[in-house]
């Protein structure tokens, strides 16, 4: 039973894996369009910001159910 609970803290842990690559291809994309044009960067930067910290509220919610896991359950 142990070790099933820890490969379910594992899979919840995972969800930082999927938020980290998100947040790598948003910023890289908010950088190309940036670049192209310059004068919207204000508007391209209000909603990056608002991505990352969606991506990475999935991944803190992972996180505290990986721990919830292991408290609860082990």
Same mark, same amino acid.
């Given at each position: 039973? +142990? @070790?099933? !609970? #820890?490969?379910? #803290? /594992? $899979?919840? #842990?995972? *969800? /930082?894996? +999927?938020?980290? %690559?998100? $947040?790598? !291809? @948003? *910023?890289?994309?908010?950088?190309?369009?940036?670049?192209?044009?310059?004068? =919207?960067?204000?508007? %391209?930067?209000? *909603? &990056?910001? &608002? +991505?990352?910290? &969606? @991506?990475? @509220?999935? =991944?803190?919610? /992972?996180?505290? !159910?990986? %721990?919830?896991? %292991?408290?609860? &359950? /082990?």
């Amino acid at each position: 039973m +142990g @070790a099933l !609970i #820890a490969v379910g #803290a /594992g $899979i919840a #842990a995972l *969800t /930082g894996l +999927g938020a980290g %690559i998100g $947040i790598g !291809i @948003a *910023t890289s994309k908010a950088a190309e369009a940036i670049a192209r044009q310059p004068e =919207a960067k204000g508007d %391209i930067n209000k *909603t &990056l910001l &608002l +991505g990352c910290a &969606l @991506a990475e @509220a999935t =991944a803190i919610y /992972g996180f505290v !159910i990986a %721990i919830m896991i %292991i408290l609860f &359950l /082990g």
